[in-house]
């Protein structure tokens, strides 16, 4: 692997850690049902600034490997992000006015967490696009400073230690949007000389070039956000926040091993666009040395996996050990089911993925509600493994019917 791809994916493991180790932290000064308004509400930010960033994303690779300079585009989506991020923030805030609760979660704390999540990830992914785009020391340098981003978060949670309230909560969602504000402007000091933004006159053309050019990739991306955030939306809506809480630990843990085993994949994504323009025989291939590699890795972690359970179980509700064990179940689909969602985008079927991601979203929430009074929030874990399991057959079948007529 490419020495400054691997500084960069250690960087981004390194950041899933630190901000693993805040969530730690943050769960002995927040209730459960605390926990679970502030990981839904990330939740439902995720959807909303898949939104309103609009395929920034995917916009930037565009433009660039069609020779448009990185700076000048990097200017430009921050402007324009700024632009739709401000137009879903007035419409949070009228809601507040009217609604106390949105989705399950208080339209206060919502408000809070959107804000900071546009400037913890949503600006973030901007940058990573000018770093991977540029292709040198800059991917090192984003590295380097989403893990100190990641740190100061982590710092601003040991503060809580030194602060007598009775409402951690209210403190804590005033000091994550305090951080995600301090981030950006750190990152804006760093890469200043890397910025170029438009005329102030080309504002509003750019915002409505977005509109026109990113809406396919602006769906993808919201539809994929629903697809992977519908369980803790479904478990805090249908359960309530105590089960919801106790989920979004289990979850979080889960998410540890999800991540290092995804990373087995991830990094190979660039080489399934490359293989599916030289020959789907190849891809094949390369897809199924994926998977086995994948599954390999999946079996060396299960005792580490049943470990940290044990610790749950110790240290957590019981209910928590619990979930994350079932959860067991659902890594290993899911897994082969994201390797099929980028075969499929790599491949040309862009829309079937679509699809096949809001049928996995809508077999999970109907599972959920019709066996949620019956299995409890063994449902909504049984929902999303029909989910992910209806994605990869689907995407399997789709992609080898393809192969089978080269």
Not at 26 to 52: G, K, R, Y
Not at 323 to 340: A, D
Request: proline share 1%; with cysteine.
């Amino acid at each position: 692997m490419n020495s400054r791809l691997l500084s960069y994916l250690c960087g981004s493991v390194g950041v899933f850690a630190i901000r693993f180790l805040y969530f730690l932290a943050l769960t002995f000064f927040l209730n459960t049902q605390e926990l679970a308004d502030f990981t839904t509400s990330i939740s439902i930010s995720a959807i909303l600034l898949s939104v309103c960033m609009y395929g920034n994303y995917n916009l930037f690779m565009r433009r660039t490997a069609q020779g448009e300079g990185s700076d000048l585009v990097l200017g430009e989506y921050i402007i324009t992000s700024f632009f739709y991020f401000s137009f879903f923030l007035i419409i949070l805030l009228m809601l507040r006015f009217n609604y106390n609760q949105f989705m399950g979660v208080s339209t206060n704390s919502l408000i809070y967490i959107y804000f900071a999540e546009f400037f913890f990830t949503a600006i973030p992914a901007l940058f990573k696009a000018y770093a991977l785009t540029e292709y040198d020391r800059n991917i090192l340098v984003d590295s380097l400073v989403n893990i100190n981003v990641a740190l100061l978060l982590l710092a601003s949670v040991t503060l809580l230690y030194f602060y007598d309230s009775k409402d951690y909560y209210s403190v804590w969602i005033k000091v994550y949007a305090s951080v995600g504000l301090l981030s950006f402007i750190i990152r804006l000091l760093i890469w200043r000389k890397n910025i170029h933004y438009p005329n102030i006159k080309h504002y509003i053309p750019a915002v409505i070039n977005q509109f026109h050019n990113g809406h396919g990739f602006m769906i993808s991306t919201v539809f994929r956000n629903i697809y992977l955030n519908i369980d803790k939306i479904l478990m805090l809506n249908i359960l309530g926040g105590e089960i919801a809480g106790n989920y979004a630990i289990a979850f979080r843990f889960y998410n540890v091993f999800l991540m290092v085993l995804n990373s087995v994949s991830g990094v190979k994504e660039a080489k399934l666009y490359q293989l599916a323009e030289e020959s789907l025989h190849a891809l094949n291939k390369e897809v199924a040395s994926i998977n086995r590699m994948t599954l390999k890795y999946f079996i060396m972690v299960i005792p580490f996996w049943l470990l940290a359970s044990f610790g749950v179980y110790i240290y957590y509700p019981e209910q928590c050990a619990y979930m994350l064990i079932l959860l067991l179940l659902l890594c290993p689909v899911q897994l082969l089911s994201f390797t099929m969602l980028n075969v499929l985008n790599s491949s040309g079927f862009e829309w079937q993925r679509l699809l096949y991601m809001f049928i996995g979203a809508l077999i999970s929430a109907v599972t959920s509600f019709l066996l949620s009074g019956l299995m409890s929030w063994v449902a909504i874990i049984a929902g999303a493994i029909l989910s992910s399991s209806a994605v990869l057959v689907l995407s399997k079948n789709i992609f080898m019917k393809k192969v089978s007529d080269v």
